[in-house]
């Protein structure tokens, strides 16, 4: 277990620092990353982000019920920011920053060279996701975050409806 090992290391970056059981690497073995970077980088939440409650909100007060952070079988770690299983409807709602939105994306300065990869390498991983999921017959919806809920719950409620009717 993690709070069982002994060292410096753990003190620092052991479970009090840690998401959902894994240790984040410290801060100097990333290149150009400060500590006061790290820290807000590691307080950015990873669900239950104020678009995503908004959605939920309404769809829920709109009379739809879904499952939360549904884990995607055969893909380790991953997981449907809400689902709706019935009608096999997956809906992610996705940050600017982290999925490189076309509108807003943004091109850190400092590290540059390692964010582009570690970005590139998310946005490839949100269409390898799509792609298992379309193949197991889900739709999948992807919302950003600067999209405004009242679009995003109209966009999820056709599917989820379409999906329902048989249409």
């Not at 908004?54 to 009379?63: E, N, P, Q, V, W």
């Not at 390898?128 to 197991?136: E, F």
Request: charged share 25%; hydrophobic share 35%.
């Amino acid at each position: 277990m993690i709070d069982q090992q002994p060292g410096a290391y753990w003190a620092k970056w052991g479970p009090a620092n840690s998401h959902n059981g894994v240790v984040s690497d410290p801060p100097s073995s990333r290149p150009g990353t400060t500590t006061v970077v790290s820290r807000r980088m590691a307080r950015q939440r990873t669900r239950d982000t104020r678009p995503e409650l908004a959605l939920r909100r309404a769809l829920h007060a709109g009379g739809y019920r879904y499952r939360v952070n549904l884990p995607i079988p055969g893909l380790s770690r991953q997981s449907i920011d809400i689902a709706f299983t019935r009608a096999r409807v997956a809906v992610f709602v996705d940050g600017c920053f982290w999925h490189r939105c076309p509108t807003h994306r943004t091109e850190p300065k400092n590290n540059a060279a390692w964010w582009r990869a570690k970005l590139l390498a998310n946005e490839a991983r949100d269409r390898v996701t799509d792609q298992h999921l379309r193949d197991a017959g889900w739709t999948v919806i992807r919302c950003w975050e600067h999209e405004s809920p009242a679009d995003a719950y109209l966009r999820v409620a056709l599917a989820v409806d379409a999906a329902g009717t048989g249409m």
